[in-house]
């Protein structure tokens, strides 16, 4: 019993890994999974994003990033635009963790 409780512990540590809500900036918007533009209206963005300094404090889909310079040890790939029109995702930086979080529900399937 131990031990197949061994073996599950390390395959979900090892196998298993997710990566959270690790961006990574490129730079063409052909690399890119999405488009994200930083806007300074709450009323325009479609997130409330919190940037955190560990990767390991991301949260699943809810607006807790990390930024990493590694596009090719990521999920998520995003071209930063300043024009809010060509971009698929509207972002509000936010000084909490606590206050980040989805505006616009039907965005949240571009960060699944």
């Not at 009323?43 to 390991?56: C, I, M, P, R, T």
């Not at 807790?64 to 998520?76: A, C, G, H, M």
């Amino acid at each position: 019993m131990k031990e197949t409780a061994l073996i599950l512990f390390l395959f979900l540590i090892f196998f298993n890994k997710s990566n959270g809500q690790v961006i990574a900036p490129v730079t063409s918007p052909e690399l890119a999974k999405i488009k994200v533009c930083i806007v300074k209206d709450l009323n325009a963005a479609d997130l409330k994003v919190f940037l955190v300094a560990k990767e390991n404090l991301t949260g699943k889909n809810d607006g807790l990033w990390f930024i990493s310079e590694k596009p090719d040890q990521t999920k998520y790939t995003i071209f930063w635009t300043t024009n809010p029109q060509e971009a698929g995702l509207k972002i509000i930086l936010v000084a909490n963790n606590k206050e980040a979080g989805w505006i616009n529900r039907s965005k949240k399937y571009l960060l699944n």
